[in-house]
């Protein structure tokens, strides 16, 4: 029967999966995409699904530390680990897919300029205003992950770190109990012959002294009762 943890890892796993192939979805309607509105409605989806599945990955690493086994645990994490770099892939190809969207944009700007005069003109300042806008505030999110990420990266060091004193110090502590348990193990064996000796020092001592009373008595019947 599975545990709940368990259970819960795998949820939390499949929604990553699924986060992350949403993303990778609206990252190629990003490269399709030929209008300034959608290119703006499209990385609005996208930024809600990056913080979507940052939380999701976060959840699974706090699942990892809660875990009994640290053997549990360490894998939790190296999946977690996994998650975080897809994730990071994920955010240069979007970066990558809005500034070939611009340059799309951009270069029917450009016929457009050539065909229709001033209005063309105007619009293509506005959009490249707009493309200006949106292109700093991936950026700014773009930044704002970096930070959360080296944060999360730092944390899982010091994790693992703590996760490696923690295993010396139990494998110190199985060596002194190995030896501990030599030690007493060799104590009984002293105990034991230790023991046996006193039984036979104490069944000499006995032979000797019924061999010294049956001499005694061997002389003073001699004395006593040379007759007999």
Not at 88 to 103: D, E, F, H, I, P
Not at 138 to 153: A, D, F, G, P
Request: proline share 1%; net charge neutral.
């Amino acid at each position: 029967m599975a545990r709940p943890q368990d259970v819960h890892v795998g949820i939390c796993g499949q929604e990553i999966i699924k986060y992350d192939l949403e993303l990778k979805a609206l990252i190629q309607d990003i490269g399709r995409c030929s209008e300034q509105s959608e290119l703006m409605d499209l990385n609005c989806k996208v930024k809600e699904t990056f913080n979507q599945l940052r939380q999701r990955i976060q959840d699974m690493e706090h699942m990892a530390k809660e875990q009994d086994k640290e053997s549990d645990m360490l894998a939790i994490l190296n999946e977690t680990e996994c998650h975080r770099k897809q994730m990071l892939s994920n955010q240069t190809a979007w970066r990558k897919a809005n500034l070939a969207c611009k340059l799309s944009i951009d270069n029917i700007e450009k016929d457009e300029l050539f065909q229709g005069g001033d209005a063309s003109v105007r619009q293509r300042k506005t959009t490249k205003e707009s493309l200006a806008q949106t292109t700093s505030d991936i950026t700014e999110s773009l930044m704002n992950i970096s930070r959360m990420m080296s944060q999360q990266v730092q944390q899982s060091e010091e994790t693992m770190s703590s996760l490696a004193t923690s295993s010396r110090t139990v494998l110190e502590t199985h060596e002194e109990f190995k030896a501990m348990t030599g030690t007493i193990q060799l104590g009984r064996k002293l105990i034991t012959k230790y023991n046996r000796r006193e039984l036979t020092d104490k069944l000499l001592i006995f032979l000797a002294l019924a061999l010294f009373l049956a001499t005694v008595l061997y002389i003073l019947k001699k004395r006593l009762f040379p007759f007999i």
